[in-house]
């Protein structure tokens, strides 16, 4: 980690920027001089007070943070930062993991239920976009095709247990998709396409259900007419990064193995 450390300093020290960062740093003294490029990133309703304190906070609360490769940490909070959502706070807009990657823990990000609902609004094109569970006593059904329907009648009481998700959207022309998952799908979902799931600190762990509407919610958008950019920053969740840049969307994400 030493290594990298003096390498992050090394070009952070090399830049005509405003941050100064050095070896000997903690990746919390890092955090704080990294103040003035992350205020260049965020947007005006999120102050770089505020999001300094979060990253502090979440660097305090989860301490295996402090164990990940600085330039992962400062990677995935210029992520959050350039995405405009908080990083583990309640309201569960995104996520900062440590996650053991190739034998070095390393910060993963992942955009939160929540982040991805806020950041589909941002496209104007999009008028309503939601998502559902579905329990065993709901009535629910849908068909594909030609005419794709999609009909669910929640029970008013004992409801049973979760059986289905599905994420449905329209835009403003009047245009709309939806997707559908059964409970073991998703289940093999996130145990095949999240790496950091075996962690305690992996959302899937702590907020499933919201994951779970992220994740259908990911894959009805697939067909839907949103823009280059929202696509270029669905690139950036569950992404690790170990370089900084003015948009983060172009930094290549690593490999995960485990």
Known sequence: MEDLKTELATK?????????????????????????????????VL??????????????????????????????????AQLGLEPNT????????????????????????????????RNEQMQTIQAQVVY??????????????????????????PVFFYGVFRTSNGGYGFSVMSKPEMD??????SKAIGTSYSPWKTS???????????????????KTELQKIVTMDESIKSSLAVDMTEVPNEIISA
């Open 47 to 80: 102050t770089v007070e505020r999001f300094t304190r979060m990253a502090v906070s979440a660097m305090n609360n989860t301490p295996e943070l402090l164990q990940c490769t600085p330039i992962s940490v400062l990677a995935a909070l210029m992520n959050a």
């Open 136 to 161: 065993e006593n709901d009535q629910f059904d849908y068909e594909l095709g030609l005419e794709p329907k999609l009909f669910h009648k929640p029970a008013y009481s004992d409801r049973g247990e």
């Open 188 to 193: 093999d979902f996130a145990k095949t396409y």
């Open 208 to 226: 499933y259900f919201d994951m779970a509407k992220k994740t259908v919610i990911k894959q009805a958008l697939k067909y839907a007419p949103i």
């Open 12 to 44: 952070a020290e090399s830049t005509k920027g405003e941050v100064k960062l050095k070896s000997s740093m903690s990746i919390t003294d890092m955090i704080k001089a990294m103040t003035p490029e992350i205020k260049k990133a965020l947007p005006s």
């Open 90 to 121: 309640p309201l569960g807009q995104a996520y900062l993991i440590p996650y053991k990657n190739k034998g070095t823990y390393e910060c993963q990000f992942q955009i939160g239920y929540k982040g991805y609902i806020d950041l589909a609004y």
